[in-house]
Nanobody, 119 residues
Framework: QVQLVESGGGLVQPGGSLRLTCAVS????????MGWYRQAPGKQRELVAR???????NYADSVKGRFTMSRDNAKNTVSLQMNSLKPEDTAVYYC?????????????WGQGTQVTVSS
C-alpha cells in the first residue's frame, strides 16, 4: 500500500516562506504523476503543482514564480518550497500521486498539512 506523509506546515506571516515535504513509501518510478493540491475552507480542492514522469512541473497561475516543486530521489521525498506567501495561500496542502497499474489509474493522497498565512 502506497503511503504519502506530509510535513512542514504551520503559521507564517505574509511574505514569509515555508517548505512542505512529502515522504513517499514507494519509488518514484512507480508513479505516472506526482503533485501538490490545496483546499481552503469552503472551497474545492485545487491543483498547486504537478509533474508527470516525463515532463517538467506545471504550476497554478496563482503560485507561479513563488512556489517550487522538487524531488529527492535518494530520500524518496517530494517538496514544495513556498515563498512570498499570501493570506490567500492559507489552506490544507495535500501530496498526491497517480499510479497506472493493470489497466487502471490509482490515486493516492496524504493526510494533509495546514498552512496558515496571517499577521
Amino acid at each position: 500500500q502506497v503511503q504519502l506523509v506530509e510535513s512542514g506546515g504551520g503559521l507564517v506571516q505574509p511574505g514569509g516562506s515555508l517548505r512542505l515535504t512529502c515522504a513517499v513509501s514507494a519509488s518514484f518510478h512507480a508513479f505516472n504523476a506526482m503533485g501538490w493540491y490545496r483546499q481552503a475552507p469552503g472551497k474545492q480542492r485545487e491543483l498547486v503543482a504537478r509533474a508527470t514522469s516525463s515532463s517538467s512541473v506545471n504550476y497554478a497561475d496563482s503560485v507561479k514564480g513563488r512556489f517550487t516543486m522538487s524531488r529527492d530521489n535518494a530520500k524518496n521525498t517530494v517538496s514544495l518550497q513556498m515563498n512570498s506567501l499570501k493570506p490567500e495561500d492559507t489552506a490544507v496542502y495535500y501530496c498526491h500521486a497517480v499510479q497506472y497499474y493493470s489497466g487502471s489509474y490509482y490515486n493516492y493522497w496524504g493526510q494533509g498539512t495546514q498552512v496558515t498565512v496571517s499577521s
